[in-house]
């Protein structure tokens, strides 16, 4: 992993329905934000294949790319997961998921860069599944030791509503991308 970055005020994450799209969502994100490289659904010598291509346009548009799962040898910018899944502290971004307030604890236990707290709202990734609703989000977002990120049903105008470092989302940035600049303070 590469040097410490600062934390991205828009995360995009990748998955098998928005893979056909990312290039151009890649293209319309700002310079200092970044894509969490998901992409289960590939077998792995396609799924490292796929991760070159996108880390080469990340590169040329200042965008960061974070790997989730088994990527070491990729030269990212960081990982993404559960805190326990983030291993050992090393430098690049961490970025670690939580759904609640005992999981926000173990991403500061592990030394996490920021938290994806999530679902802040209903999903297509998991239709029907419980929400946290922006009160409680905001409840735990303030509890939180480190820099929040919502995700979750996350749209440029939600985003606008809740005051935390920024936003993530898979069809949020992949259908209607932000061309706002990305701001570096806090």
Not at 45 to 54: G, N, Q, T
Not at 107 to 129: D, K, Y
């Amino acid at each position: 992993m590469h040097r410490c970055h600062p934390v991205p005020r828009i995360v995009l994450l990748s998955d098998a329905r928005n893979d056909n799209h990312l290039e151009t969502a890649i293209s319309r994100l700002p310079r200092g934000s970044a894509l969490v490289f998901r992409h289960y659904h590939l077998p792995p010598a396609a799924r490292r294949a796929r991760f070159a291509v996108l880390r080469r346009l990340c590169a040329r548009r200042g965008v960061l790319i974070i790997t989730a799962g088994e990527a070491r040898g990729w030269r990212a910018d960081g990982r993404y997961g559960a805190p326990q899944s983030l291993g050992r502290p090393a430098p690049g971004l961490r970025l670690a998921t939580a759904h609640s307030l005992a999981e926000i604890g173990a991403a500061g236990r592990a030394r996490a860069s920021a938290i994806l707290l999530s679902p802040v709202f209903p999903t297509r990734s998991h239709p029907g599944a419980p929400v946290l609703g922006p009160v409680r989000f905001l409840l735990l977002a303030r509890r939180a030791p480190l820099p929040v990120i919502a995700l979750g049903g996350m749209t440029k105008h939600r985003a606008a509503r809740l005051p935390v470092r920024g936003w993530a989302a898979i069809d949020g940035l992949t259908q209607n991308p932000p061309k706002t600049a990305n701001r570096r303070d806090s």
